[in-house]
């Protein structure tokens, strides 16, 4: 069966672009009597906060989108992302990191898909090093990128809008897998949280079109089926920016508290033509 999902951070208000989002996931689970499912990605306790959860329910009702089964809230799976950080340190996959952005950057670190691609200053510590600093400093732990690709070997996966893809987790380096101040990475919690629901297909935004290579690197790690993706394309606003919450968007809340009609909204979004106002940014199928 099909099934499908919405992930949302609730570290903002959801705007256009989440609809949009929630509504892909859900019309192409529901068109063929797939399931549709809603995930919370709590787990950056800085910036999660439970009002926003409490609004990313209504927003979606607003809109008519119902979801199957009981919601998953990322912070009630710390378990899973432990056990699998245990395994790949086990299989000497994970090392802690040390770095500050500052020292990453002054150690000439070269841009990559998400911000600067670590040089693998820490991956050349000695073990009593490692030993004495982890129980001091804070500290991150990082993937040794070539270390995993050598076990898996080369990988591919498929996006119904750009078709088969070679997987390229190379083009991030050494990812973090847990944060300094977060149990689990996006990447590490997306991954295993993508088959604990047992999604099929993979819908979200060309936004994180290249993040996918490293998780097609993750799910062969860990023996997990490869789900199908559907990267869609993303709303912009007047500026032809795509909309995002840090350019303050408009809020779905804002319009549901103002009397707009969600059903008739989603409707309008479900249609090619989008009013004034909004556009499609240009969708990018390419992993820089
Ligand atoms: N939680 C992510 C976000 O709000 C989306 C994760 C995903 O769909 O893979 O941007």
């Not at 859900?26 to 990605?41: C, K, S, V, Y």
């Not at 840090?246 to 033509?273: M, V």
Request: hydrophobic fraction near 45%; aromatic fraction near 6%.
């Amino acid at each position: 069966m099909m099934r499908t999902r919405f992930a949302p951070s609730p570290n903002g208000a959801l705007h256009l672009g989440h609809a949009y989002a929630a509504m892909c996931a859900h019309d192409l689970a529901r068109q063929i009597g797939g399931a549709f499912l809603l995930r919370i990605e709590d787990i950056d306790g800085v910036r999660s906060r439970p009002d926003l959860v409490e609004a990313i329910f209504a927003d979606l009702s607003w809109l008519g989108l119902t979801w199957d089964g009981a919601v998953l809230f990322q912070s009630t799976r710390l378990p899973a992302y432990d056990a699998a950080l245990a395994e790949l340190k086990a299989r000497g996959l994970l090392y802690p990191c040390f770095c500050t952005r500052s020292q990453i950057a002054a150690a000439g670190a070269q841009p990559g898909p998400e911000g600067l691609v670590y040089p693998g200053t820490c991956r050349a510590l000695g073990e009593d090093e490692r030993a004495h600093r982890v129980a001091l400093e804070p500290h991150a732990w990082r993937l040794d990128m070539a270390g995993a690709i050598a076990q898996t070997g080369p990988l591919v996966w498929h996006d119904m809008q750009a078709g088969d893809q070679a997987a390229r987790p190379e083009l991030f380096g050494d990812v973090v897998l847990a944060r300094k101040d977060a149990p689990a990475s996006y990447h590490l919690a997306v991954t295993l949280d993508d088959a604990h629901q047992q999604i099929s297909h993979v819908v979200r935004g060309a936004d994180l079109f290249a993040a996918t290579h490293v998780h097609r690197l993750l799910q062969a790690l860990f023996s997990l089926p490869a789900p199908v993706y559907n990267h869609h394309r993303l709303l912009a606003g007047a500026d032809g920016r795509k909309l995002a919450k840090s350019e303050g968007a408009a809020a779905l809340a804002s319009l549901r508290e103002a009397g707009a009609d969600g059903l008739a909204l989603l409707e309008i979004l479900r249609k090619p033509l989008l009013p004034s106002g909004i556009s499609w940014a240009e969708p990018s199928y390419t992993s820089p």
